[in-house]
């Protein structure tokens, strides 16, 4: 905990840092391994991809005495784009995970052994220690998700292309390569708070931070399509995310979403999720003054 000793942390904030010193190193850990395995992995894919250039192989008309580096060129490619979903997977899971974390062994086991007592009684105010509990994990947040988001947004340019194409509207990718990825962290940890402070037993508000987590990220990602006007035929994008329906007159509703809407799209997601986030803090702060005057 040198690193954190040196941000000067006081009070709660230090006690919490000490007490989920290993559970926030672990996380850190995860994330800057799978931040560093996507560039070198794309730079491998990369140097085979010149090295098959260079040796006058083609993927599109194997000649002979290709054939060996082909298939080994889009093997790795292959490899690649499951590292991929790998780290989407990992980075879509997180804010569940954050949600379960603050809502159990950082807010309900103290609620439930009664330990948040002996810091009240040394000069820690309710407001004070609830701050503290939701102050680390979203500064860990804050400092560490968008360089992921930006790795991951980077490898995610480096497929369109690739044999093996990722599209930015997949639901896997697209909550992991914008803004959204944050909102839905600050979200989760709000959710957490309130649902430990309401239930007040660890397993029991981890339940419930998971499941308010994950239901709205699939509620977001149902409305997702609707959050900004769709394109029509008259316009063009190179990776369009296609939303076309069959009328009940067999004519095809064309529509879809270019390319250029994922920053629209991304901003009025986010900004929601940035309100639920700040309602549901507003929330916990309300429940603790109730329970707690």
Same mark, same amino acid.
């Given at each position: 905990?040198?690193?954190?000793?040196?941000?000067?942390?006081?009070?709660?904030?230090?006690?919490?840092?000490?007490?989920?010193?290993?559970?926030?190193?672990?996380?850190?850990?995860?994330?800057?391994?799978?931040?560093?395995?996507?560039?070198?992995?794309?730079?491998?894919?990369?140097?085979?991809?010149?090295?098959?250039?260079?040796?006058?192989?083609?993927?599109?008309?194997?000649?002979?005495?290709?054939?060996?580096?082909?298939?080994?060129?889009?093997?790795?490619?292959?490899?690649?784009?499951?590292?991929?979903?790998?780290?989407?997977?990992?980075?879509?899971?997180?804010?569940?995970?954050?949600?379960?974390?603050?809502?159990?062994?950082?807010?309900?086991?103290?609620?439930?052994?009664? =330990?948040?007592?002996?810091?009240?009684?040394?000069?820690?105010?309710?407001?004070?220690?609830?701050?503290?509990?939701?102050?680390?994990?979203?500064?860990?947040?804050?400092?560490?998700?968008?360089?992921?988001?930006?790795?991951?947004?980077?490898?995610?340019?480096?497929?369109?292309?690739?044999?093996?194409?990722?599209?930015?509207?997949?639901?896997?990718?697209?909550? =992991?390569?914008?803004?959204?990825?944050?909102?839905?962290?600050?979200?989760?940890?709000?959710?957490?708070?309130?649902?430990?402070?309401?239930?007040?037993?660890?397993?029991?508000?981890?339940?419930?931070?998971?499941?308010? =987590?994950?239901?709205?990220?699939?509620?977001?990602?149902?409305?997702?399509?609707?959050?900004?006007?769709?394109?029509?035929?008259?316009?063009?994008?190179?990776?369009?995310?296609?939303?076309?329906?069959? =009328?009940?007159?067999?004519?095809?509703?064309?529509?879809?979403?270019?390319?250029?809407?994922?920053?629209?799209?991304?901003?009025?997601?986010?900004?929601?999720?940035?309100?639920?986030?700040?309602?549901?803090?507003?929330?916990?702060?309300?429940?603790?003054?109730?329970?707690?005057?």
């Amino acid at each position: 905990m040198s690193a954190l000793s040196t941000l000067a942390l006081r009070g709660p904030l230090w006690v919490d840092a000490r007490l989920h010193r290993l559970t926030l190193w672990t996380g850190v850990a995860l994330l800057a391994l799978a931040a560093a395995a996507l560039p070198a992995a794309r730079w491998y894919v990369d140097g085979l991809g010149a090295d098959l250039t260079a040796s006058g192989c083609k993927v599109e008309k194997i000649v002979p005495g290709c054939g060996i580096p082909v298939r080994h060129y889009l093997s790795v490619s292959l490899h690649f784009n499951r590292l991929f979903f790998l780290t989407s997977w990992l980075l879509t899971a997180l804010p569940v995970l954050l949600g379960a974390f603050v809502a159990g062994p950082v807010v309900g086991r103290e609620l439930e052994s009664g =330990t948040y007592r002996l810091q009240w009684t040394q000069s820690v105010t309710p407001g004070r220690w609830l701050a503290g509990k939701l102050l680390l994990p979203a500064a860990g947040a804050l400092l560490v998700l968008p360089a992921s988001v930006l790795v991951q947004g980077w490898a995610l340019s480096t497929t369109l292309h690739s044999w093996y194409p990722v599209e930015w509207y997949q639901n896997t990718v697209y909550p =992991t390569v914008g803004p959204v990825a944050v909102a839905y962290a600050l979200f989760a940890i709000a959710a957490g708070a309130l649902a430990g402070l309401l239930l007040r037993r660890t397993v029991a508000g981890m339940a419930a931070a998971v499941g308010a =987590t994950a239901c709205t990220i699939i509620a977001l990602a149902l409305l997702r399509p609707h959050l900004w006007p769709t394109a029509d035929s008259a316009a063009s994008s190179a990776h369009p995310w296609d939303l076309s329906t069959a =009328t009940a007159s067999g004519v095809t509703d064309v529509r879809y979403h270019p390319e250029a809407h994922f920053w629209p799209l991304q901003l009025v997601e986010g900004g929601i999720v940035l309100i639920l986030a700040a309602a549901a803090t507003g929330a916990a702060f309300a429940v603790l003054r109730r329970r707690h005057a």
